[in-house]
Nanobody
Framework: QEQLVESGGGSAQAGGSLRLTCSAS????????LGWFRQEAAGDREFVAA????????FYADSVKGRFTVSRESANNTVYLQMSNLKPEDTAVYYC??????????????????WGKGIKVNVSS
């Protein structure tokens, strides 16, 4: 069974940066597409970014394009989300997700089978 653990969250000022890490463990974690999602207290879980298992393609929500970068180190089963020029509206719990069902959308939470427990990011103005 695959497991995902997020780290690197915390607080930042608007305009600042944080880097989230998703550490994956399990038998086939190296072959999994990975996505990042976020959820505000009273909102739905929304897509942030995704990266294919080989790292050759990445996808971003319009709200974070140009500010966030997703990358992975397959050798150590780690995916990063570098967040720059943070805004207060980036405040949320961030989740990494893996094992996207073949043919399903990278952007839909329902596409992913495995989820981390989430990590809080708070951006103050």
């Amino acid at each position: 069974q695959e497991q995902l653990v997020e780290s690197g969250g915390g607080s930042a000022q608007a305009g600042g940066s944080l880097r989230l890490t998703c550490s994956a463990s399990g038998r086939s974690s190296r072959s999994l597409d990975l996505g990042w999602f976020r959820q505000e207290a009273a909102g739905d879980r929304e897509f942030v970014a995704a990266i294919t298992w080989g790292g050759g393609s990445s996808f971003y929500a319009d709200s974070v394009k140009g500010r966030f970068t997703v990358s992975r180190e397959s050798a150590n089963n780690t995916v990063y989300l570098q967040m720059s020029n943070l805004k207060p509206e980036d405040t949320a719990v961030y989740y990494c997700a893996a094992d996207r069902r073949s043919g399903s959308s990278y952007r839909a939470p329902a596409s992913y089978e495995i989820w981390g427990k989430g990590i809080k990011v708070n951006v103050s103005s």
